[in-house]
């Protein structure tokens, strides 16, 4: 079975600059989750999707972040314009519906603003 | 908000010791699962636990669920060098309708 698969990997950009991920969930999961982890911590839920539905963005810095999951299946998130301190380690991660916790996790996209 | 509370925040220990990690919370969770990340991957889930008092083993890890539901431990027998990693404890204080808090990690590192 295929993990949770995100791309680029690494991504620099200069400030005021737009910026987009990529995350495609396991097969079969309904729950798409997006967290954004700073060096030196845990990971810290941005968004959280049900199929296609999000039904948790309350920590999503909606006046430069935005995220869709069209189709349910995959998904992207967008920072438009970054700031220097949108630098972090950008994760996915998928689980079966919303009600089973076990969360799997891609490898990430590590973002640096410049 | 929720805050998990993780300890030690690092610790180095030498190949063949046992490792024992806590996290401890001031609410009350449902759910509690142990990743650990190393550098440049995500998270990976070692452990999950859904029950107060429960004690569940993957391998050399071991991991209980505390009684009082508002704690928990991941204990790491007989460390080899490739146990090296940030473990991270998880929790969920209402089963899919809140989202998982994440502790601050514990870094571990084993000499050989």
């Known amino acids: ?114 | 908000g929720q805050q998990l509370n993780q300890s030690p925040q690092s610790m180095f220990i030498q190949e063949g010791e046992d490792v024992s990690m806590n996290c401890t919370s001031s609410s009350i969770f449902n759910t509690w699962l142990w990743y650990k990340q190393e550098p440049g991957e995500g998270p990976v889930l070692l452990i999950a636990l859904y029950k107060a008092g429960e004690l569940t083993s993957n391998g050399r890890l071991t991991a209980q669920f505390g009684i009082t539901r508002k704690d928990s431990f991941l204990n790491i027998s007989a460390s080899i060098p490739s146990d090296v990693g940030i473990y991270f404890c998880a929790g969920q204080s209402n089963s899919g309708n809140t989202p998982l808090v994440f502790g601050k990690g514990t870094r571990l590192s084993v000499i050989a």
């Open chain 1, 1 to 114: 079975e295929a993990g949770v698969v995100q791309s680029p990997r690494y991504k620099i950009i200069e400030k005021k600059q737009p910026v987009a991920f990529w995350c495609n969930p396991i097969s079969g999961h309904n729950t798409l989750y997006w967290y954004r982890q700073n060096l030196g911590q845990g990971p810290e839920l941005l968004i959280r999707y049900e199929n296609e539905e999000a039904v948790d963005d309350s920590q999503l810095p909606k006046d430069r972040f935005s995220a869709e999951r069209l189709k349910g299946v995959d998904s992207t998130l967008k920072i438009q314009p970054a700031e220097l301190g949108d630098s972090a380690v950008y994760l996915c991660a998928s689980s079966r519906t919303g009600g089973v916790t076990e969360a799997f996790f891609g490898q990430g996209t590590r973002l640096t603003v410049v």
